[in-house]
């Protein structure tokens, strides 16, 4: 290997000022960049395929869950053709389908357990009246 040495001004990307001066504006300081372009990002389409078969197994309230379930498979089969905009749209269609199957349900379980609660207490009440009833005809007050 020969013994090359740069001088002062050969030395690349150096820029050389005394004692922190300023630059003298003849002086132009270009440093080369390189910007990697990747491919384009797009952000990421969420189909709700998870959240759509639990609802079809768990909770399938008037088949909003199976209907969330096929707008689910629709909105995968949009993305991998490379439809984003369709595959956006079934999958806002899979969410709110999602939602209101989900609300609906714990609605649904939130009355059955009031009606539960209000029949016991209900069947409470008429056996304490009963019980009082055959008590007091046992002592005799009872006609």
């Not at 150096?14 to 270009?30: A, G, H, K, M, S």
């Not at 189909?47 to 689910?72: E, K, P, Q, R």
């Not at 609605?107 to 304490?128: C, R």
């Amino acid at each position: 290997m020969e013994n090359f040495q740069y001088t002062r001004d050969n030395v690349p990307l150096q820029i050389q000022t005394n004692n922190y001066e300023r630059l003298r504006e003849d002086q132009v300081v270009c440093s080369p960049a390189v910007v990697n372009m990747g491919p384009p990002i797009y952000p990421q389409v969420r189909d709700h395929i998870v959240w759509s078969v639990f609802n079809t197994i768990y909770m399938n309230f008037c088949c909003l869950g199976f209907a969330a379930l096929v707008f689910s498979i629709k909105s995968r089969d949009r993305k991998v053709v490379g439809d984003l905009e369709g595959a956006r749209h079934y999958g806002s269609t899979a969410r709110c389908l999602n939602v209101t199957a989900l609300v609906l349900t714990i609605l649904t379980f939130l009355i059955m357990i009031i009606l539960l609660a209000v029949g016991v207490l209900q069947i409470y009440s008429i056996a304490k009246q009963e019980a009082q009833n055959q008590h007091n005809l046992f002592q005799g007050n009872g006609k």
